[in-house]
């Protein structure tokens, strides 16, 4: 069983939410069961370190509500797009030849699988569902609320219709549509630039069902149009899978949608249409939360951009500043700046998370019977502002033990040694310089190894009389 603490007690967590632009108190629809919905990865290649900033952040805020409402009352689902044109364009590429469904497994297997290490390494526990878009495209036996369900909805509730082998969704069919964007839609009609789509109603309509061709994985869809059947093998649009996911796991309308700022428009935004047009309902989610970009020289780290780093190459490899960086690294650095605001990523951001993180292990302690005081809870439950926090990281009064478990609170275990500092090799590459007689570098090496807290001490083989080094972790 979780820790269980009502938030009565704790202190007021305040989210800003996009839809009123305004910071509010955050108050669950249900305490015993606290809903979050993020929306995740499409699993065609590896995921980029931009990727990985809603994946934290919204890690930090999943551990923050456990904390609250206790472990067993927080229910997160983050879903997986496998199914995408992007992934059969990927299949089609790595595996030609092979049968397009069996291609498109394998892309999205390995993919998936990769994700799974990459965020478990930058210390983002799993969420409580991750459902595959796959398993929700048709009806289920489970009776979970599936795509085309909601499509059949749309379309009975006088919301979608059919034009040229595809189910779209009529926006002007929904009064407040763009709420969440504020995009009105005479402003998207009067749109000179969108290309005229004749077989669209409005312009700014969306597609709930395409038709897909033979070399297209494709569903045999039949939907119910004015008393006749219209079956389109096809497959779903973009945004229903999260229309569908986020009822089948929290129901109609839940607590939190999360997800990075490119995604307000137009993915929330028609997720919102469609649910609440589906459902009939006046609200999805109560809060949308929108992470800011991960960015390099001002601009959005992107796949289509070329300036990407993938999570795998700066864990795993020496691409970037010619070594590898731990997980832990990453995440800090991620905390480093509040989550709305845009991160310039670089070097220097990284080195300084390394000694932020060195210097805490340094003073750290754990003590499992000390848990996490509320000057640190309630420091970041204004809305995940990490820089009260960062001041009480580092100020005197703040006990060893408590340090341990305000890291841990954020995902930062401060027990951990960095592996990646290979200490035999910098006490045998010093041992060799000290008997060069240099001492200057020999002293670099041992003073490196200090500033990330492990402290060399040299003493004497007794038997032989070598000089021998050992380390400890400074605490
Ligand atoms: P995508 O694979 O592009 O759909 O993105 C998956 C998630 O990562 C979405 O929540 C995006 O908003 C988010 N995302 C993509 N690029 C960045 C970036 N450069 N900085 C922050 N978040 C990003
Ligand atoms: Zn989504």
Redesign the pocket.
Known sequence: MGDFRRMVEGPTLKLYNTMTRAKESFAPIDADNVRMY?????VYDF?????????IVFDVLFRLLRHLYGEEHVTYVRNI?DVDDKINARALRDYPGQPLNEAIRAVTEKTEKQFQADVGALGCLEPTVQPRATDFVMPRADGKTDMKGLIQSLIDRGHAYVSTGEVLFDISSMADYGRLSNRRLEDQQAGARVAVDTHKKNPGDFVLWKQSDESEPGWDATFQVDGRDVTIRGRPGWHIECSAMSAAYLGETFDIH??????IFP?HENEIAQSRCAHGTPVMANVWM??????VEGR????SEGN?VTINELLETETFGGRKWPGEVLRLAMLMTHYRE??DFSLKRLEEAEALLARWRRRAKRDASVRVSDRFLGAIADDLDFSEYFRLMSASDTSAEELFAAAELVGLDLSQLDTNIDVAAHIERRLSLIGQKNWAEADRIRDALLEQGIQLKDGKDPETGERVTTWEVMR
């Open positions: 993020v929306c995740g990865p499409t995921a980029h370190i931009g990727n990985a900033r809603p994946v797009t999360g997800g990075g700022l490119d995604l993915h929108h992470n800011g970009f991960l960015q959005k780290m992107a796949k990407f845009p991160i």
